[in-house]
Structures are given as structure tokens and as C-alpha cells.
């Protein structure tokens, strides 16, 4: 019998078992992956942070507050049902954390941001709607790692201390349940496999388990790596039709598992038709887990056709409104859509997100990103690889010989070449005056009055049917799976709820299970970097409760 059992090593688990053993209690945290995984997903991400009012936009010139945060979070998120009661609590207890203590404590336990803050899902409607007003995605030096690493550091030390038992490569198959209280949980000890962080792993038993604690906490993930749940839960009437093929933004462990145990003993989930899928997703061509797929993190000036040839109109442009702009592409009965950029765009504007792609920030030196963003030449490495080697890269001097590549990608979707060159030369005639009518040609130029944009993330506007700027480039960009938006319904300390509101007793959740807290948090939408620190907000309010 121990105080506390943690189901699951990423990183809402990690802060809650650091939290809770720095309060003397006794943890055991179980992971169905090996020791090479701790951390989970959020390994694997750019290690950005929604935070409100810091040095580091103060000094790129951001006037930012908790009254405006406060404005678009409630503007994006769009509470409207009424379990959305602990969601909006939850949200409202982030924004303070986010323009308060959140900085300072996570500074204290060593973490660090890049200088360059990140503009990120811009919105593009109202004033009152969804999207951020300002720069809020702060970098992690060392991106998803430099996350991670703190906690890792400060859960092993724990554990050589004796305060916390950290057990991989144990299933759990069961919550145990007595007298309608959870008072442990049931599993499979599957065999040792040293398989790479994020590959698939064995499922062999060797043997089972049986643990008893206080409390239970479950911080499992989301369901982004099984696609045929995705789809189950996929909002047809919001979104549309969902999509026959898509590329998965996470490992396939990443599969619900513990959401349907917890639900199948009386647990409450709620806003299971919220998630947050990508639009510009690559098909990795040097694949980790199955199906892997990698977001494009764009500037703002590739131009974006739809899968018909149609180019995308405001608000639908590249980092503006992720699930509009998701609508919009599934409206062709498609899944796909096209960006047609040049080199010069390429070298300027691409980035792919997660850290393995990143490796000058993944590293936290600042010369690593000098030599790699602004002193080298061509795009940065991971970006020319894919240009070189990705399935779904097309590069021409020409146009004809660019669409031509296009069709032989998509034959049964052929976009027509007069229509694409066309669309093209009206925008390239908005580039020469200061004005424009061209709302994607005016987002340019807002997007380079920020200083950070300026200097590496918006090139200067050109013309791109102008050979100067060449060769021409062609990506077509698929849906990707990422995060639940809702899930275990809990309270503002992470006490899992039953359906009727009562207290499911013994039973806690953090992280994406619990739809970053309160069963969702994030609303209908997301202002991205409120993923890893919804995890890190959550995780620390359950550590503190149990």
C-alpha cells in the first residue's frame, strides 16, 4: 500500500509525482513504455509555452496582459454547455498561473526561453473571436526535452531518495474499484524491450501486477494515435466529414486506453468531440512510430490551394485558425491541400515542429541556431531533407513542370494549371505598392512589423512567379492527428467527476486524459503552447491534492 499510485511517465505524470513526493508522499508511477520514454509526448514537441506578459516579449516590443490573454482565451475557447462550468475554472486558474508564478517557478527549477517569441494561431476574424492578439509561444531552450528535463531530473533524484518507485513496462488492465471508491490498479508486466524512444514496442507478458494506494492518478495521454477512435469521436456536424487518411502526429501508444477504463468503471468524459488536428502534415520519410507524421509551422507567406485548386481565402491562411481552416479543406470532399512557395519562402518561413527536427534549439545553444537559421545558407537541414527525400515535396523552375509534379502526387485530384497560374499572377501584381486588397499580402506585412517575424520568420514579399526567387516549391500538406481536447471530467485539483458531478473517489487525472484539466480546458479551440503547459498546470494541481 503506498499514497499515491501515477498511471503514465509523461510529463502532467512526471510533475505530479514530483510534486506529491516533495510533500512527503509516498509515489509509484507506472509507464507501459521502458525507461528510454519518460516524458512521453511531450519529448517529442517544440517546447512551446503559453506565457503572458514576460521579459522576453516585453523585450520584442509585446504589450501583453492577463485581461487581454483572459479576452482571447474565452473568445477562442467559446464555453457554451453547461459541463463546461469546471473547464472555464480550470482556464481561468491557467491564466493566472500563465501571467503570474508560472515564469518564475519554472525559471527556478531551470528551465530558459528562447529571445524570439512566437506568434502563433493568429486568428485572422474579430477582435472578439478566436486567436492570439499578440506573440505568446515561448520556446523552451531545448525545446520538448529542455520540458521535460527538469522534472525528470528532479523525479529520478526522488526516486534514488527512495520517495518515488518508477516501474516501466507495466500495462494497466483494470482500475480497482470497492464500494464505489478506486483503491488501486490491476495490470500486465510486459517484457524488456530497449526499442527507441517513440517505436513501437513488444506487448509480450511475462507476468501481472497488483498495486493498492490512497489515490489513483491517471495522466495517459490523449487518443491522437488511434485513428478509428479519432474518428468515432470526429464532430461531422463542426467539421465536417472525417478524413480517410491521415498522418499521425503521435506514437501509437497514444491510444485512450486508460479514458475507456476510467469511463467503463463510472467515470465521467466529457467534450470527447473537441480535438485539435493539424492541417499541414507531412508524411515523414524517415518515420519513427507508424503512420508518422510532422507539422509544417509556417510563415505566413505560402500561398494555400486547396485540394481542388482553389486558393484559400482569410481567415483560412498559413498560422491563423487551425480547425476553420481545417472545415475549409475537408468542405472539398478531400483531405488534402497544397502550399506553392519559392525557395527564398522555404529558407525564411519553414519550420517543422518537434524536437528532433529542431536539433540547433533541441541543443540550447545559441551559436547552434546563429550557424543554422541566419548564417547558413538554403533552408535549415531537417527542411532540405524533407525537401529532398519527402513524398510529398514538389520542386520545378518552371510552373507547368511544378503542377505536372502536383498531379502525378494526387492523380485523382488533378488541379488545373491555367487556374493555379492564374490565382498566382493576381497575387504576385498585389507585391509591388505599400497597399494591397489582398488580405494574405496585408497579413505579410503585419506579420513584419513584429521584430521577431522580421528577423526569422517572414521573408521579404516577392513575386513568386518571378525566377529570381526560385526554383518553385509544391508540398502537400495532410490532416494530422494530435490532441483531445476533452476528456476525463475533474475539478480544478484533478478530482475525476461521475456523471452526475459527485466525486469519483480515489481517482485523479491530469494532462491531455483530462483534456488539460477540468475535461477541457482549451474550449473548442487552442492558442497552441497551452498543451505542455496545461500538462505542467494540471500535473501540479494533482500533485498538490493527493
Not at 447 to 460: C, E, P
Not at 484 to 492: A, E, P
Request: charged share 25%; proline share 5%; glycine share 14%.
Amino acid at each position: 500500500m503506498v499514497d499515491v499510485i501515477i498511471v503514465g511517465g509523461g510529463l502532467a505524470g512526471l510533475v505530479a509525482a514530483r510534486e506529491a513526493a516533495l510533500r512527503g508522499r509516498q509515489v509509484v508511477v507506472l509507464d507501459q513504455e521502458g525507461r528510454q520514454s519518460l516524458g512521453g509526448q511531450a519529448f517529442w514537441s517544440l517546447g512551446g509555452l503559453f506565457m503572458v506578459d514576460t521579459p522576453e516579449q516585453r523585450r520584442m516590443g509585446v504589450k501583453d496582459s492577463a485581461e487581454l490573454a483572459y479576452a482571447d482565451w474565452m473568445g477562442s475557447a467559446q464555453f457554451e454547455r453547461p459541463e463546461d462550468e469546471n473547464p472555464r475554472r480550470v482556464a481561468e486558474a491557467y491564466l493566472e498561473f500563465a501571467s503570474g508564478e508560472m515564469r518564475s517557478w519554472l525559471r527556478e527549477i531551470g528551465m530558459r526561453w528562447f529571445p524570439v517569441v512566437g506568434w502563433a494561431e493568429r486568428g485572422g476574424a474579430l477582435a472578439h473571436g478566436h486567436g492570439n492578439s499578440v506573440p505568446r509561444f515561448h520556446i523552451t531552450w531545448g525545446t520538448g526535452p529542455g520540458v521535460v528535463a527538469p522534472f525528470e531530473r528532479d523525479v529520478r533524484q526522488l526516486s534514488g531518495d527512495g520517495k518515488i518507485d518508477l516501474q516501466f513496462r507495466r500495462k494497466v488492465t483494470e482500475l480497482i474499484v470497492e464500494n464505489g471508491v478506486v483503491k488501486g490498479v490491476r495490470g500486465a508486466i510486459l517484457a524488456d524491450d530497449a526499442a527507441e524512444r517513440g517505436r513501437s514496442t513488444s506487448r509480450d507478458i511475462v507476468g501481472d501486477f497488483e498495486l493498492r494506494a490512497e489515490s489513483v492518478v491517471l495522466t495517459t495521454g490523449g487518443i491522437g494515435g488511434d485513428h478509428e477512435m479519432v474518428r468515432r469521436y470526429w464532430p461531422e456536424d463542426r467539421l465536417g466529414t472525417a478524413p480517410k487518411r491521415m498522418v499521425a502526429g503521435v506514437p501509437d501508444y497514444v491510444d485512450g486506453q486508460m479514458q475507456r477504463q476510467a469511463e467503463a468503471v463510472g467515470a465521467a468524459v466529457i467534450n470527447g468531440d473537441r480535438m485539435w488536428h493539424y492541417t499541414e502534415g507531412l508524411a515523414n520519410w524517415d518515420p519513427i512510430w507508424p503512420n508518422h507524421g510532422i507539422r509544417v509551422l509556417p510563415g505566413p507567406s505560402s500561398m494555400w490551394f486547396d485540394a481542388l485548386g482553389d486558393r484559400m481565402e482569410a481567415p483560412y491562411l498559413p498560422g491563423f485558425d487551425s480547425l476553420g481552416t481545417l472545415k475549409r479543406i475537408l468542405s472539398t470532399g478531400h483531405a488534402h491541400s497544397w502550399f506553392i512557395l519559392t525557395q527564398k519562402i522555404i529558407e525564411k518561413e519553414f519550420a517543422l515542429s518537434g524536437s528532433e527536427q529542431n536539433p540547433d534549439l533541441s541543443s540550447g545553444k545559441f551559436i547552434e541556431v546563429l550557424k543554422g537559421r541566419l548564417l547558413s545558407k538554403g533552408a535549415p537541414a531537417p527542411v532540405e531533407a524533407f525537401k529532398r527525400h519527402g513524398e510529398d515535396f514538389v520542386v520545378a523552375d518552371e510552373l507547368d513542370t511544378l503542377v505536372a509534379g502536383m498531379n502525378a502526387v494526387t492523380p485523382e485530384v488533378p488541379v488545373s494549371l491555367d487556374k493555379i497560374r492564374f490565382q498566382i499572377a493576381a497575387r504576385d501584381g498585389q507585391i509591388d505598392n505599400p497597399f494591397s486588397k489582398d488580405a494574405q499580402v496585408t497579413a505579410i506585412r503585419g506579420a513584419r512589423a513584429f521584430l521577431g517575424d522580421r528577423l526569422i520568420r517572414t521573408a521579404k514579399p516577392h513575386r513568386i512567379l518571378d525566377p529570381a526567387n526560385g526554383p518553385l516549391i509544391a508540398v502537400r500538406l495532410n490532416i494530422l492527428t494530435r490532441k483531445s481536447l476533452g476528456g476525463l471530467h475533474t475539478d480544478i485539483a484533478g478530482q475525476v467527476l461521475k456523471p452526475d458531478g459527485s466525486a469519483f473517489e480515489g481517482l485523479f487525472a491530469a494532462g491531455e486524459v483530462a483534456g488539460f484539466g477540468g475535461g477541457g480546458y482549451h474550449g473548442y479551440n487552442a492558442l497552441e503552447g497551452t498543451f505542455l503547459g496545461g500538462c505542467i498546470f494540471s500535473g501540479r494541481a494533482v500533485g498538490r491534492a493527493v
